[in-house]
Nanobody
Framework: VQLAESGGGSVQAGGSLRLSCTAS????????LAWIRQSPGKEREEVAR???????GYGDSVKGRFTVSADNDKKTLYLQMNNLKPEDTAMYYC????????????????WGQGTQVTVSA
C-alpha cells in the first residue's frame, strides 16, 4: 500500500488549497481513506474520512470549510480546504485502512509522507 500526498503550501487566512492523495497497492473500493493532520505541540486530528461503505465524516473544527472526495475507484483522494485559518497550519497526512475507518488515529496502518499546509494571519 502506497499513499502519496501533494498540494500543500502557504496561503493567507481566508484562502483555499486542494490536497491530493494518490493511492496504490490495494483494491480501493472497500478501504477507508482519511486525512489526518498534526501540528507541533498538538495531538493528531482526523479532519475528514471516506469510509469503506462510502460514508463521509468530518472533524468538528473543519465542518463547513473542508470537503473530502475521491474518484470512483478511490485511487485519488482529495481535500478541498476553503476559508483557511492559521489554526489549520499542520502537516496533513493521507491514511488508509481496510474496511471501516478506525476510531482512533493511531489505529491507521498506512500513512503517506505528509504535505505541509501553512496559513498566515
Amino acid at each position: 500500500v502506497q499513499l502519496a500526498e501533494s498540494g500543500g503550501g502557504s496561503v493567507q487566512a481566508g484562502g483555499s488549497l486542494r490536497l491530493s492523495c494518490t493511492a496504490s497497492g490495494f483494491a480501493h473500493s472497500r478501504w477507508c481513506l482519511a486525512w489526518i493532520r498534526q501540528s507541533p505541540g498538538k495531538e493528531r486530528e482526523e479532519v475528514a474520512r471516506i469510509d469503506g461503505d462510502g460514508s463521509i465524516g468530518y472533524g468538528d473544527s473543519v465542518k463547513g470549510r473542508f470537503t473530502v472526495s475521491a474518484d470512483n475507484d478511490k485511487k485519488t483522494l482529495y481535500l478541498q480546504m476553503n476559508n483557511l485559518k492559521p489554526e489549520d497550519t499542520a502537516m496533513y497526512y493521507c491514511v488508509s485502512e481496510y474496511g471501516t475507518c478506525p476510531s482512533w488515529v493511531d489505529e491507521y496502518d498506512y500513512w503517506g509522507q505528509g504535505t505541509q499546509v501553512t496559513v498566515s494571519a
